[in-house]
T-cell receptor, first 113, second 115 residues
Framework: AQSVTQPDIHITVSEGASLELRCNYSYGATPYLFWYVQSPGQGLQLLLKYFSGDTLVQGIKGFEAEFKRSQSSFNLRKPSVHWSDAAEYFCAVGHTGGFKTIFGAGTRLFVKA | KAGVTQTPRYLIKTRGQQVTLSCSPISGHRSVSWYQQTPGQGLQFLFEYFSETQRNKGNFPGRFSGRQFSNSRSEMNVSTLELGDSALYLC??????????????FGEGSRLTVL
């Protein structure tokens, strides 16, 4: 069965510091991988996605993620965090068809001045 | 292009009552998925509809049901409400079918409080 693990429940980084959020997945075929962000009281917004091809994908708001098949990982990175990046981040695995996309438990990011 | 619209945004019910939540997907999107979000359980998949057919279902009791109409709008219903049903219910639409990408577009959710 497919599953997603986000080992860090919450992370605190200083504004301007770099960020890496971890994600590991379990999937029987080539996965479609996603990172979503959720601000308080809001729905989820797609940051980036990986389907195939280049394993380093660029997303919105300066985020990027790298797919590593050998490690079953899809970690999210940002070189310099802004206070507005404080939110909850969800890694997800799905497949074509859009049905039953599975989400990780989420990582809440706190940004300190 | 209008986004995914969920109504109502907030509602309060008492145990034993039932509730119906509505979701209007993005125009042209034929797939609608529903998720329950709680602090303890995170995002849990409820079900997904495509062309009025339920294609997949999560591990929820039969009190949770849904349907999709010919215009792709969807409703979910929870009967005999329990305190543990208090949650944010999120709807997401997708360009499913054919060369679908699997990307989900979420509404802002319906926050249900059961007293």
């Amino acid at each position: 069965a497919q599953s997603v693990t986000q080992p860090d429940i919450h992370i605190t980084v200083s504004e301007g510091a770099s960020l890496e959020l971890r994600c590991n997945y379990s999937y029987g075929a080539t996965p479609y991988l996603f990172w979503y962000v959720q601000s308080p009281g809001q729905g989820l917004q797609l940051l980036l996605k990986y389907f195939s091809g280049d394993t380093l994908v660029q997303g919105i708001k300066g985020f990027e993620a790298e797919f590593k098949r050998s490690q079953s990982s899809f970690n999210l990175r940002k070189p310099s965090v802004h206070w507005s990046d404080a939110a909850e981040y969800f890694c997800a695995v799905g497949h074509t068809g859009g049905f039953k996309t599975i989400f990780g438990a989420g990582t809440r990011l706190f940004v300190k001045a | 292009k209008a986004g995914v619209t969920q109504t109502p945004r907030y509602l309060i019910k008492t145990r034993g009552q039932q509730v119906t939540l509505s979701c209007s997907p993005i125009s042209g999107h034929r797939s609608v998925s529903w998720y329950q979000q709680t602090p303890g359980q995170g995002l849990q998949f409820l079900f997904e509809y495509f062309s009025e057919t339920q294609r997949n279902k999560g591990n929820f009791p039969g009190r949770f049901s849904g349907r999709q109409f010919s215009n792709s709008r969807s409703e979910m219903n929870v009967s005999t409400l329990e305190l543990g049903d208090s949650a944010l219910y999120l709807c997401a639409s997708s360009r499913s079918g054919g060369s679908n990408t699997g990307e989900l577009f979420f509404g802002e959710g319906s926050r249900l409080t059961v007293l």
